[in-house]
């Protein structure tokens, strides 16, 4: 599988928890999938200052990724703007 592929796979992922997050007046955008495929995400609007970010990265985002994508090591949630 190529990286645009892993990327298409991932959004794909993103946009069924999408819903969720915008009913909260949020938001989640893909920032970079590492080599050893490790997903930064960034949140964003309200979903960028809650208190629940942590256990909606791990109990939804990363669930709902590795459940398309297995390679996944990992979702991590970044602040600064990296490259896709």
């Known amino acids: 599988m190529n990286k645009e592929q892993v990327i298409d796979k991932i959004n794909e992922a993103l946009a069924q928890i999408r819903p969720f997050l915008n009913d909260d007046g949020g938001d989640i955008e893909l920032m970079e999938v590492t080599e050893d495929y490790t997903v930064k995400v960034k949140f964003t609007g309200a979903c960028k200052e809650c208190s629940m970010s942590p256990m ?21 949630a970044i602040e600064e703007t990296l490259p896709a």
Do not use: S
């Open 56 to 76: 909606t990265l791990k109990g939804g985002v990363e669930e709902a990724i590795k459940k398309v994508l297995p390679e996944v090591k990992e979702v991590i």
